[in-house]
Every structure is written in structure tokens, then in C-alpha cells.
């Protein structure tokens, strides 16, 4: 399995909650951000150490892959292909990290699971509004995961599940909040990197999963309402609660 996170912070939250890292751990263990350098359970780190995983019974590797939907499928796309050439595939893809949240439903400190990922401004700005890239005639703007291991996932930490947004530019208005409500009425989520995991997963066959911390609210930019060491507190509870399921989860069961 792959977990993908943005950035090393939320790379190590994961980690705590897998098992392979301490909470007071220092960060810079697992790899560069954007270097897709995967950290695996058991095995020496980037500064000669090592850790292993509680219970972990097969193939993690925990990458911090960049900011943004092109640089997270560049640098996931590389890890893939590179364990492929090795003959060790992986079988899940995992976009992790924090997020801003649609309220109510999504409030800060809870976890949603996809079970859509979409691409949420690729496409066209119209006179008469937004157009996707698919009806325009190109690719596609939704990944949907496995629907069972949605539910079991959800089971299992008590997120709740909808529709997580990808976006290039974070939202910051009200108004732009309500435009993307209204194109995606099931979403709960935005964040930065989903959609461009799950094409480099989906060019490879691999299924894909997106897990996302709330942080914020999603509308008016507010950095005194963000709650981001609460949005990492429960992304490694999360984490730490997915250990069983992720393990016994067979990509056959969709």
C-alpha cells in the first residue's frame, strides 16, 4: 500500500498512526516533500534509523508527494512505476492528509472519506458559467474508490463520507464556497492533491482511496479559524484506527 500525503507534517501524522513513527518524533524522517521518497516500516529511514510498523502485515510506504494536483501525480506516479519495475507493485493508493471542510456536514477536527474525487475547476469558464473538462471532450474529472472499502473505512473511524474536491486555488470567498456547492451538492471536502493521486493510480490500475482531516471551513479565508494540529491529531486517530482494514482489504472486494 501507498499512502500519498502534501506535505512531511501530515506524512508523519499518518506515520504515528500506523505505528511506525512517535507523536515526538522529528520531522525530516521519512523524506523530501516532492522527492517521492517512501519511507517503509521496518526498513532504515532518510537518516539511518528505522522503525517498524505495530501489526503492520504487509507493504506500507508513507510519501510526502507535493503541493498541488501535478506535482502529487508526478511524484506518486514515479513511486508506482519504480515498485512496478521492482516487480512489487503496490495494491491501493491512499491520498491523505488535512483539508477544508464544507459545513455543517464537514466540521473541523472529523474525517471524511471519498467516495467521489473529483476535479473540481478543470474545465472552462463560460459566459454561462462553469463547463468540465468532460464536456468539453477530454479525460475525466472524477476517480470513484471502492465502494466497499469506503464503507468499511467510514465504519471504522466514524467519517463521513461524500465527494472531496481537488482544487489548484484554495477556496477563500463565500461566494466561490456556494458556486462549488452547487455544481458538487455531495461535497464535503476540498483539498489539493486527491485527483491527481488518483490519476496516477488509475494510469497504473491501481484503486485509490482519499482520507482528509477537516482543518477549516471552506469560505471566506480565515487563518484564525483553522485548527490544523486538531486536523493532524485526527488523521493519526484515523489512522490509527485503519490499521485492521487496510490490511485485510482485498482489491477484488469492490
Known amino acids: 500500500m501507498l499512502i500519498a500525503t502534501a506535505v512531511p507534517v501530515e506524512r ?33 529511514d532518510a537518516e539511518g534509523g528505522s522503525a517498524a510498523a505495530a ?37 491501493l493508493v491512499v491520498s491523505a492528509g488535512i483539508g477544508g471542510g464544507f459545513p455543517p456536514e464537514a466540521r473541523v477536527g472529523t474525517l471524511v ?5 473529483v476535479a473540481a475547476d478543470l474545465g472552462a469558464e463560460t459566459g454561462e458559467g462553469f463547463l468540465p473538462v468532460t464536456e468539453l471532450g477530454f479525460g475525466t474529472v472524477r476517480h470513484r474508490p471502492p465502494g466497499a472499502l469506503v464503507r468499511r473505512v467510514a465504519e471504522a473511524t466514524g467519517a463521513r463520507t461524500g465527494a472531496v474536491l481537488t482544487v489548484s486555488t484554495v477556496t477563500g470567498t463565500a461566494a466561490r464556497a456556494a458556486a462549488l456547492r452547487e455544481r458538487h451538492p455531495t461535497a464535503l471536502a476540498e483539498a489539493m ?10 494510469a497504473q490500475g491501481v484503486p485509490v482511496l482519499e482520507v482528509r482531516a477537516i482543518s477549516n471551513p471552506v469560505g471566506p479565508r480565515d487563518r484564525a479559524a483553522w485548527r490544523i494540529p486538531d486536523a493532524l491529531t485526527a488523521l493519526t486517530e484515523g489512522f490509527g484506527k485503519l ?12
Open 243 to 254: 490499521v485492521p482494514v487496510l490490511e485485510s482489504w482485498n482489491r477484488h472486494d469492490r
Open 12 to 44: 508523519d501524522a499518518v506515520a504515528s498512526g500506523l505505528g511506525v513513527l512517535s507523536p515526538a518524533s522529528g520531522s525530516g524522517v521519512l523524506g523530501a516533500v516532492g522527492r517521492a521518497h517512501p519511507f517503509r516500516p521496518g526498513a532504515p
Open 113 to 117: 472519506v471519498a467516495d467521489e474525487i
Open 55 to 91: 501489526g503492520s502485515g504487509g507493504r506500507v510506504d508513507v510519501v510526502a508527494v507535493g503541493v498541488g494536483p501535478a506535482l502529487a501525480a508526478a511524484s506518486t506516479g514515479a513511486v508506482l512505476t519504480a515498485a512496478a519495475l521492482q516487480g512489487s507493485p503496490y495494491d
Open 193 to 202: 492533491e486527491g485527483f491527481g493521486v488518483a490519476e496516477a493510480a488509475g
